[in-house]
Structure formats: C-alpha cells, structure tokens
C-alpha cells in the first residue's frame, strides 16, 4: 500500500475565503493526497467541503483538533470537527494566539505532520502556522496572499499551487 503524501491548508478560522478554498479542496482531491487542517470553520471547512465533493478519491480530510483540558479528557471547542472531517485526530493543545506559535501547539502538529503547506488568509493563528512551516523547513506556498506578511513565496493561481507541489511532493 502506497503512503500518500498530506497536504496542510491553513487559514482563517472564521472567514471561509471561498474563492480560493473550494476550489483548492477539489484540485488537492484530484492530485491524490491527504487533506490537513486545524478541523474548524471557515477555510477548514471550506477547501474539506471542496475536497470531499469530489468523488473517487484516494485522500481523506484530517482534522487536527484544539483541546480544552480540565479534570477528564480533552474536549474539543463548539465547532470542532466540521462536517467535512473524515479523520479526527484529538489534542489538548492550544493553537491561537501566542500559543499557537510554539513547538507545544496544535499548530505544531499541523506543519510537522504535512509534507506541504499552503497558506491562506488568516489572522494570528495562520501567522504563527507560516512562520513554523518556515522553521520546520517545509516546503510551503501562499494563496490569496496568505503568509506574505511572514516572507512566504506567493502563488497566483490554481495551476501554480499544482505545480509547486508536483515538485515537492
């Protein structure tokens, strides 16, 4: 059994950028990889939607999921996983915020475990997950002007983002 290869897309929490998410979701499904994301709303749900809408894939979407620690298990915040998670992997670590930047985040995860990362438009967290692909030494790419306040390499289109990773990956 071949491993195929995962693909992190990090992005804003709360705006779902469809433009480029759907579309990026589908084109990743097509390729043949894993998906990646932190499992929330807004790009997390929105390029897992695009991804899974297409049928006959060989990838799943993976979730990476925030926990809130207490007494018992973690648990995950309201919105954790979205519908578009096929494989739910549960932490007790943080990923927002200053914490969201640390080798002990959630975040941290996520850009250790892809094999690539795109970057969409986000806030803090999505600042924090550029600069440890950058760290980590991914291969790693924007979209929509995701990471550029971090220095990361801008791809202006679809058929850019392809060719990136068939070179990487």
């Known amino acids: 059994m071949k491993r195929l290869k995962i693909v992190g897309v990090m992005g804003s929490g ?31 749900r929105s390029v897992s939607k695009g991804f899974r809408s297409v049928g006959r894939r060989p990838g799943l979407t993976l979730g990476i999921l925030p926990g809130l620690t207490g007494e018992e298990a973690p648990e ?6 979205n519908e578009h998670v096929e494989l739910v992997i549960r932490t007790h670590l943080p990923g927002r915020g200053a914490e969201g930047g640390t080798e002990l985040s959630r975040n941290a995860i996520n850009i250790a475990t892809a094999d690539a990362v795109i970057i969409l438009p986000g806030g803090e967290g999505t ?6 692909a ?12 995701g990471g550029a306040a971090q220095g990361v390499a801008q791809a ?14």
């Open 127 to 132: 600042a924090s997950e550029a600069g440890l």
């Open 156 to 169: 202006e289109s679809l058929e850019q983002i392809e060719q990136f990773l068939q070179a990487v990956l």
């Open 76 to 81: 995950s915040p309201p919105g954790y996983p």
């Open 134 to 145: 950058q760290r980590f030494r991914k291969p790693v790419i924007g979209l929509g002007g």
């Open 14 to 44: 709360r705006q779902e950028h469809e433009n480029l998410s759907l579309a990026l979701g589908e084109m990743l499904a097509r390729l043949g990889v894993h998906l990646l994301t932190g499992g929330g709303s807004g790009v997390m």
